[in-house]
């Protein structure tokens, strides 16, 4: 079955801390990946994408992205958190010749000043 | 603003009386989907259209729901007989039709409360 888990709910860091949100996914075919932020009230933003090539992504606001297929993951990372990093940030998968997207549940994340 | 748009942004209902949402997505993009979010969850999507054409209906959309896309533009989702389970964040997002995944442009999304 196709499947996107997130197993952290909660993440909590204080600003200036480094981050690294876990996404394990199973899909048959290759996977296309993605990670998207929703802050408040807000429809959901794109981070970063990867579909093939260097398994590190690099993304807007600081982020990055490692595909590692040995381990079905594909985790988020920032260096420096930011107190406007808070948010919940959802990883999803797609495949070639597909147009559906599977979301994982989600992490939300608090940004202690 | 050129973004996905999304109207009402907060429904507040009754059980049992229909509501409507639209989405007007980005003019380009000729692939649109419906989402739907709940509490504490991901998005799990409800159905896609190439341009006119509604091809997939996930097995969440029951009855009761039906969208459209009349002329390939803009798209309505609208639920009829409102059960207070169907309260949920209904997001519509929009992407290019290429050979891989492109990005989902997501519009702020149509808060539903049925009492």
């Known amino acids: 079955a196709q499947s996107v888990t997130q197993p952290d709910i909660h993440i909590t860091v204080s600003e200036g801390a480094s981050l690294e949100l876990r996404c394990n996914y199973s899909y048959g075919a290759t996977p296309y990946l993605f990670w998207y932020v929703q802050s408040p009230g807000q429809g959901l933003q794109l981070l970063l994408k990867y579909f093939s090539g260097d398994t590190l992504v690099q993304g807007i606001k600081g982020f990055e992205a490692e595909f590692k297929r040995s381990q079905s993951s594909f985790n988020l990372r920032k260096p420096s958190v930011h107190w406007s990093d808070a948010a919940e940030y959802f990883c999803a998968v797609g495949g070639s010749g597909t147009y559906k997207y599977i979301f994982g549940t989600g992490t939300r994340l608090k940004v202690l000043a | 603003d050129t973004g996905v748009s999304q109207d009402p942004r907060h429904k507040i209902t009754k059980r049992g009386q229909n509501v409507t949402f639209r989405c007007d997505p980005i003019?380009?993009?000729?692939?649109l989907y419906w989402y739907r979010q709940t509490l504490g969850q991901g998005p799990e999507f409800l159905t896609y259209?190439?341009?006119?054409?509604?091809?997939?209906k996930s097995r969440l959309l029951s009855d009761r729901f039906s969208a459209e896309r009349p002329k390939g533009s803009f798209s309505t989702l609208e639920i009829q007989r409102t059960e207070q389970g169907d309260s949920a964040m209904y997001l519509c997002?929009?992407?290019?039709?290429?050979?891989?995944?492109?990005?989902?442009?997501f519009g702020e999304g149509s808060r539903l409360t049925v009492l």
């Open positions: 259209f190439q341009n006119e054409a509604q091809l997939e």
């Open positions: 003019s380009e993009h000729n692939r």
């Open positions: 997002a929009s992407s290019l039709l290429t050979v891989n995944p492109g990005e989902l442009f």
